[in-house]
């Protein structure tokens, strides 16, 4: 969809969508929710995206996940450019788990999701969501924190739920929204930032950036 602004006597296309730099099916189906109109903006074979998630030595979870949040944007907005696509708002977030100060991003594999699993059974963790977007020159960005305490996981259990591969390629080696349900005593905060974008924030920052929601 598409818009016309009239300046000094020219015509200029405006797309009335947004770009979502996200891999993630959940974050596309949270967007939907909001009735927002998006495209894709996806890295290609030659971006080394993964490398974007490495923590620094001694890096705070919420620093962490701030800091690695902007440099998908960052890398989303050079892409939108080096394409040569339209001009739109581009909208980015990323999700982390952490226990103290300890940061739980993808696992590496199935003994990795074991481990990660192992660690977080019968404890509280929180789950951080940033969210940032720029339009234009602006840039708005937000940060949910939630906390989930799983019930205690037997090893049965935690190789079965690995068996099922839904780990794999999660934050904290599980989807709350998943079988992993069925292991979460209690959660607080946002459930959909939980899942990856946390609906209230990415709300205010569209409202605030002029972005209408349905």
Known sequence: MQGILITENRWIVMPRFIYLASQSPRRAQLLEQLGVQ??????DATE????????????APAQYVVRVTGLKLDAALARMRKRQLP?????????????????????????????MLG????????????????????????????????????????RSYVRSGEPLGK???????????????????????????PMFETGQILRTLGITTQ
């Open 38 to 43: 998006f495209q894709l903006l996806l890295p």
């Open 87 to 115: 001009t739109a708002p581009v909208l980015c977030a990323d999700t982390t788990v952490a226990l103290g100060r300890n940061i739980y991003g993808k696992p590496a594999d199935a003994r990795d999701a074991q481990r």
């Open 119 to 158: 660690e977080l059974s019968g404890r509280t963790h929180r789950v951080l969501t940033a969210v940032v977007m720029q339009k234009g020159r602006r840039r708005e960005q937000a940060l949910s924190v939630s906390q989930v305490r799983f019930t205690e996981m037997d090893a049965a259990q935690i």
């Open 171 to 197: 934050a904290g080696a599980y989807a709350v929204q998943g079988r992993a349900a069925a292991y979460i005593e209690h959660l607080s905060g946002s459930y959909s930032g939980i899942m990856g974008l």
């Open 48 to 59: 080394d995206a993964e490398s974007l998630e490495d923590a620094l030595p001694g890096e």
